[in-house]
């Protein structure tokens, strides 16, 4: 076991299935040589040669087009979106293309392709480079959507979404890059829907992802102090879901608290909500709860930046709502 | 047209392109009234007028080269040898067509052929075929990829970003636009500011030519070239291949937007009459080409009657699919 960052688990990741594979290659901007606009890749193209790491023209319609292009016919592509908000330049490739393709040949093909989505903010990179748009692909039918919150599910997640006979889009939250966590000396890749409990309690169930995952922890750990027993549930894949961790969950505390970075006007919180209410409505004890990123576009200034993305206070304030009488104004509306 | 490469082809050989072209001719004007008659319920964008471009370039192509092709693919696949029966099997939408009919005119695919699929999107297939020149090159076993795609998409960001890719990288790619002239309803010099296509390759230190599409043996010979350049590592090319369509943008459009005079000058040189006029002079009798055509209108005869004894679809297969691997045992969606 060693403590190690979330960004060397997933080189990791990338250095054993690239080994293993050698269909496996890297493609994406400033991946070569400068290791990735946040060091992901560093040394990967000095460790295996310009024909497993491809460093590209800033074209992120070619990229992902080219990835999908070559998983068509036997590639293992990884494609690094510097910017996840740059994905908007990629959207045919993914949407129209990679999404359809098993559906569209009636199961003979898939598009192996796993698309790392570098997500979230990472202290005023404001409104086109900060977004989280994972909801955009969860709304997507072909493709898998993964999520992990710390260093030794980053590795596993990594390795599964790789191997994976589907696109896979990985989304990695810049704060999360630097964070150290436990990896055991060998991870073997964690099956896709498989999510985790972080935190055991009785009386309300968060469910949270990426960097807000920490922030529900410790809105759960203040609230001890106030005799509440907070559950935390990490998904840690958002497609598929795991429905069945949830529901276990909600017959123990019947109470939902879901919480992100994203916006929460469609957002995944909403999907998990309407699972809740729609499968495990007599679980409910209370209206389900979402602290979601406020539905603004990511501002500028460190206190709005602040204000939109949920923190723990807004999540414990969430979190008491639900111990309160359902028609009780919610505090942060 | 009697080049070095016209002369190595035997006759035999020259009345198996006539066939293809022949055989792509009928199965679209059979296909649009077949869809009269209410046995295709979707689109068509049919290739009448193009045969010797789809023709011309497959018989430059071996087994394991791989192509990407357009909303006006018939010709294109059956030119790759696809069988007309699947096709129509698909367009009827039944569960034998190629996509279990889930894709319909615009998707058709058949990988094993080395066809990475027609396309919905303008531009779609430039990204995937430079992809899958990506692979192809990594593989070593000198195969190409050539992506068929109209003037219209040539104002696409997909194809600049691709032949930039693919020139910086010297991919066995062949880009060959079909110029007939129309994006959709808007006449070329409506929609691009330049009348030759194929100088847009001098932008990417790429070879550039222009071929008139209609001459099968011209389009051959060019594609000969391309891919003999490709093959040897020296890069990409970009075609321009001048044709035009027959019929319109889609199988119904009235073409009314066209000059008075203008179908009747592009049907003097109807591809198929030019051949057939090349054969005769090579010495080919009426005799030889009536069986021809008469094999071709069995295989299509067959072909109808084999979609029409397909069974449909049944309304809960469109839950299948939309992912290679199951979940829990059960499909994922």
């Known amino acids: 076991m060693r403590n190690l960052p979330y960004r060397d688990a997933i080189r990791e990741a990338l250095i054993e299935e690239m080994e293993r594979d050698p269909d496996v290659i890297l493609i994406g901007e400033d991946i070569g040589e400068a290791g990735g606009a946040f060091g992901v890749t560093r040394r990967l193209q000095r460790q295996f040669g310009p024909e497993r790491v491809y460093d590209t023209p800033i074209s992120e319609e070619a990229i992902v087009g080219a990835a999908v292009g070559a998983a068509l016919v036997g590639a293992r592509p990884v494609v690094e979106v510097m910017f996840g908000d740059f994905v908007t330049l990629a959207m045919d490739m993914l949407v129209n293309q990679a999404a359809k393709t098993c559906y569209m040949t009636g199961g003979r093909i898939g598009a192996p392709v796993t698309v790392r989505m570098v997500t979230g903010t990472a202290g005023a990179t404001a409104g086109q480079h900060s977004q989280s748009l994972e909801a955009w692909f969860v709304h997507t039918p072909g493709v898998k959507v993964v999520a992990p919150s710390n260093a030794g599910d980053a590795k596993a997640l990594m390795k599964a979404a790789i191997r994976d006979p589907d696109p896979v889009m990985v989304f990695e939250h810049k704060l999360l890059y630097g964070r150290r966590d436990p990896v055991p000396d060998q991870v073997d890749p964690l099956p896709l829907g498989v999510g985790r409990v972080v935190r055991e309690g009785d009386d309300v169930t968060v469910v949270s992802y990426l960097h807000t995952l920490y922030a529900a922890v410790e809105a759960a750990e203040s609230l001890e102090a106030e005799g509440i027993s907070v559950e935390v549930l990490d998904p840690r894949s958002l497609v598929p879901f795991d429905r069945g961790l949830l529901a276990s969950s909600l017959r123990k505390t019947g109470r939902l608290v879901v919480a992100h970075e994203a916006p929460g006007r469609g957002g995944m919180g909403a999907e998990i909500a309407a699972v809740a209410a729609g499968e495990m409505w007599d679980c409910l004890r209370a209206p389900v709860v979402r602290v979601c990123g406020r539905n603004t576009p990511m501002p500028y200034a460190p206190e709005m930046e602040g204000f939109v993305i949920p923190d723990a206070g807004r999540i414990a304030d969430g979190i008491r709502a639900t111990l309160r009488q359902p028609a009780a104004r919610r505090p942060w509306s | ?333």
């Open chain 2, 1 to 333: 047209m009697n080049g070095m490469i016209d002369q190595a082809l035997g006759l035999e050989q020259k009345i198996d392109l006539y066939r293809s072209m022949y055989l792509i001719r009928r199965f679209e004007e059979r296909a649009a009234h077949l869809r009269q008659q209410g046995f295709i319920p979707g689109f068509l964008h049919p290739y009448v007028g193009q045969e010797g471009v789809a023709v011309g370039v497959c018989a430059a192509l071996e087994e394991g080269d791989v192509i990407t092709s357009t909303h006006r693919g018939h010709g294109h696949m059956l030119a790759r040898g696809a069988d007309p029966a699947r096709m129509y099997a698909e367009l009827y939408a039944r569960q034998d067509g190629y996509n279990r009919a889930k894709g319909g005119s615009l998707h058709l695919i058949d990988v094993e052929l080395g066809f990475l699929g027609a396309n919905g999107i303008v531009g779609g297939g430039i990204p995937l075929a430079t992809g899958a020149a990506l692979q192809k090159k990594r593989e070593g076993r000198g195969r190409v990829a050539v992506s068929f795609f109209g003037d219209g998409a040539t104002n696409e960001g997909s194809f600049h970003e691709s032949l930039n890719l693919a020139s910086l990288w010297s991919l066995p790619v062949v880009y060959v636009c079909e110029n007939n002239f129309y994006g959709e309803f808007t006449p070329q010099h409506k929609h691009q500011p330049i009348t030759e296509i194929a100088r847009r390759a001098d932008s990417y230190a790429m070879e550039g030519v222009v071929v008139e599409g209609n001459h099968v043996l011209e389009m051959r010979e060019a594609t000969l070239a391309a891919v003999e350049r490709a093959r040897a590592g020296e890069g990409p090319t970009l075609i321009e291949a001048r044709t035009y369509r027959h019929r319109g943008h889609y199988e119904g459009d009235m073409a009314r937007y066209r000059p008075p005079g203008e179908l009747e000058e592009w049907l003097a040189r109807d591809p198929l009459r030019l051949f057939e006029e090349h054969l005769r002079a090579g010495g080919v009798n009426d005799r030889l080409v009536e069986e021809v055509q008469a094999g071709v209108e069995e295989t299509l005869d067959d072909a109808a009657r084999f979609a029409e004894a397909s069974p449909h679809p049944l309304p809960a297969e469109a839950l299948e699919d939309v992912y290679m691997e199951t979940h829990d045992g059960r499909a994922l969606r």
